[in-house]
């Protein structure tokens, strides 16, 4: 055994050393060079595409009188040059401030609240379904390989991820809210009744820590077929991918070592199998995460619920330049933070990742 | 006694050019406290016969035949029955120890689970137990060892953990798979000296498959040389070792190094080994030997018994017919 490196301060060693602590703060550090990337792409991919922003969101008889589209351009910045246009906006984005939207002509960053929670929770709700639901499918294929369960799964999952999400949408909710009849409808609760009184932005969990349990529930059944739809394809892709590294990691030398000693199937499975399988399981899912996301903007429009896809799309019909980077900003640091995540468990996971840094 | 009795082995297994017999009719046994040695060429099927006694042959590998072990026939046994003698009663040190550990787990963890399973220990004597058997196996400092994982010790350290890993819920039968082909001279007289110590110590019986002349010659009691899945000659190691009948034997006796070299090609034969699905016909040795006749593609050579504890599977080898006489 090698002694253990007595652990010295030093400013050197937080951005090069193998620790925990300087890994999160180089993290953290490219995390911020990478929004700022992502802020100056956004910025000019929307400078790029044909059409006025002021012809958009005026009225048409408004947009004949020069004055009022003069003072539009005024109140917005658009009357500045786009590098000082830029400048602005990252001078502001440090202090917090996203603008004002074009559209809605609210703050974006207050905008962003109601809207992104929305997504937020069918999205977990999503991630969650997928990833649980799809480890077990996936191993259950890998350990009766060629068998009749993994060839009823293969076929699930291959339709899972060849189906359109849009498709999906429409024809589950034609399903269940105009055949059966057991989906309520459309948004995220009955239409008139008072959301819970804001604590996370989720209307689930906000109703639970109000103590209403009903409102709770309901919310539940709204969210519950947009967020199954939403996990069609994540779960696909990561059952389909867990098959596969469980049956890579079945072959491995120290599996046949476990089986070796008698243990159970069981143990065998959860102990020696699934631990590394989640190192490459983990991956997918991150970019299964990344995928919902953009299938959540078709979703979201089919059960008209209120999220930040929906915003999206009306930030970029209306080219509310405002709204866009907004989305824009919160889509990277969603994805930012998932990478991180990742990471983070790769190292939680796999002693060899934690010695080696 | 008779511990374990292996008859008319068969193990097919499924290769991209369809079922092909990896190991054929093979027979043999092991008594308590015997250490017996199985040499032969590469893919003669060797690790197939281990794992068919430990009931874990690859992926649609199927074998026939009996396998009889401590009172019982185990080859027809159930999977759980199968899991019941598993680790418990016949343990395995697998042919590669950078592989045969998890990477993930903690040495404590694969030291324990097995004897906490069949033994339903407690955690706190199962951890004694493997303090014990790691001191067993000569791994210094078995405390932080305990702590550690698979990575941080080297390749010679790792079979030791192996070895200690086998021998957790004391088994009757130790199966070794070339338990000391990676390692280099000082650490495999160390193991040597640990099995031997082991035998004597627990009556343990130990299959070992190898490749060295210093194993077979310092370590077993009996030889077993195979041949393209089959055996072609076994006896006493010093009997076997000193007069060699079967021509294959004598050619790999003398071609065997003192530091085994797993894959190299003999110097001394001819050709080499038959691919599995592509063995020849008759005695499968034909093509490569000096001696063979016409016969020798034709049929099937039977056992010629040379004296008690020695015979071999060629009929017509000029040096067998002389000592017969
Ligand atoms: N999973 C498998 N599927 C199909 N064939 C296999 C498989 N594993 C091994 N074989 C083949 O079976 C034959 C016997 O292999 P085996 O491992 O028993 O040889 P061996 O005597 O142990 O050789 P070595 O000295 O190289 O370890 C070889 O031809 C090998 O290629
Ligand atoms: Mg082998």
Redesign the interface.
């Known amino acids: 055994m090698e002694p253990v490196p007595v652990r010295t301060f030093s400013l050197r060693k937080m951005f090069t050393g193998t620790g925990f602590f300087p890994f999160i703060v180089r993290r953290l550090l490219t995390a911020v060079l990478l929004i700022l990337g992502i802020t100056f792409i956004a910025f000019s991919v929307t400078q790029l595409v044909p059409g006025d922003p002021v012809a958009a969101n005026l009225g048409q008889s408004a947009y004949s009188d020069p004055e009022i589209v003069a003072a539009f351009e005024k109140e917005f910045g658009l009357d500045q040059p786009v590098p000082i246009q830029y400048i602005t906006y990252l001078g502001k984005l440090v202090q917090g401030d996203l603008g004002v939207s074009l559209s809605s002509k609210r703050p974006v960053a207050e905008d962003l609240r109601e809207y992104f929670p929305a997504t937020l929770e069918i999205a977990m709700f999503a991630v969650f379904v997928a990833l649980v639901l799809g480890i077990l499918l996936g191993t259950i294929s890998a350990m009766t390989r060629d068998r009749l369960p993994d060839q009823i799964i293969r076929v699930f999952s291959l339709t899972g991820v060849s189906m359109p999400v849009f498709w999906t949408a429409i024809t589950a909710f034609y399903i269940f809210f105009f055949v059966l009849g057991w989906a309520p409808g459309t948004g995220r609760l009955e239409p008139g009744a008072e959301p819970p009184p804001t604590v996370t932005g989720l209307f689930t969990i906000d109703a639970l820590l109000n103590g209403d349990l009903s409102t709770s529930k309901e919310a539940l059944s709204y969210l519950l077929l947009p967020a199954l739809v939403l996990a069609v394809y994540a779960l696909g892709v990561i059952t389909r991918f867990t098959r596969a590294s469980v049956l890579e990691i079945l072959g491995n030398d120290y599996v046949r070592t476990a089986r070796s000693k008698g243990l159970s199937e069981f143990t065998v499975i959860r102990r020696h199998v699934l631990r590394p399988a989640l190192l490459s399981i983990i991956t997918i899912a991150g970019v299964a995460f990344a995928s919902l996301l953009a299938g959540s903007v078709l979703v979201e429009n089919v059960f008209s619920w209120p999220g930040l896809g929906q915003y999206a799309y009306r930030s970029a019909v209306g080219l509310d330049l405002p709204g866009i980077m907004g989305v824009s900003m919160v889509v990277a640091t969603v994805f930012i933070l998932m990478n991180l995540l990742v990471d983070v468990l790769y190292r939680v996971i796999d002693p060899q990742m934690r010695d080696a840094g | 006694m008779t511990l374990l009795r292996v008859a008319d082995l068969t193990v097919t297994l499924a290769t991209s050019a369809g079922d092909a017999e990896a190991v054929r009719n093979l027979s043999f046994e092991i008594d308590h406290g015997e250490i017996l040695g199985i040499a032969g060429e590469s893919g003669s099927g060797k690790t197939m016969t281990a794992l068919s006694i430990?009931g874990?042959l690859p992926?649609k590998g199927k074998a026939t035949g009996s396998i009889y072990f401590d009172g019982r026939e185990i080859l027809t046994s159930s999977k759980k029955e199968?899991?019941?003698?598993?680790?418990?009663d016949i343990?395995?040190i697998?042919q590669?120890p950078m592989?045969?550990?998890?990477?993930?787990?903690t040495i404590e963890?694969q030291l324990t689970?097995?004897l906490r399973?069949?033994r339903k220990v407690s955690k706190g004597s199962a951890r004694q137990s493997a303090l014990e058997l790691l001191d067993t196996v000569k791994i210094p400092?078995p405390a932080?060892?305990l702590k550690?994982?698979a990575?941080?010790f080297s390749g010679g350290m790792r079979q030791r953990i192996?070895i200690a890993?086998a021998l957790a819920c004391d088994p009757k039968l130790l199966i070794a798979d070339e338990p000391t082909t990676a390692l280099d001279v000082t650490v495999q007289a160390g193991i040597l000296k640990l099995l031997r110590q082991l035998r004597s110590e627990r009556d343990l019986s130990i299959m070992i498959i190898t490749h060295d002349l210093g194993v077979l010659s310092s370590l077993t009691d009996r030889i077993m040389i195979m041949y393209a899945g089959s055996e072609a000659e076994s006896g006493t190691a010093p009997d076997l070792l000193l007069h060699p009948r079967h021509p294959y034997t004598q050619g790999l006796i003398s071609a065997l190094p003192g530091v085994a070299r797993q894959g190299k090609v003999l110097t001394t034969i001819g050709g080499s080994p038959p691919e599995l699905g592509n063995f020849p016909t008759g005695c499968a040795f034909h093509e490569r030997c000096s001696y063979a006749q016409t016969s020798c593609s034709l049929e099937v050579p039977s056992v010629l018994q040379v004296s008690d504890n020695h015979r071999m599977f060629c009929p017509i080898n000029p040096l067998a017919e002389k000592s017969v006489k």
Do not use: N, V
């Open positions: 430990i874990l992926y199968y899991r019941d003698i598993r680790g418990k343990a395995m697998f590669d592989t045969s550990l998890h990477p993930m787990l963890t689970e097995h399973h069949h400092d932080s060892a550690a994982h990575g941080q192996a890993m």
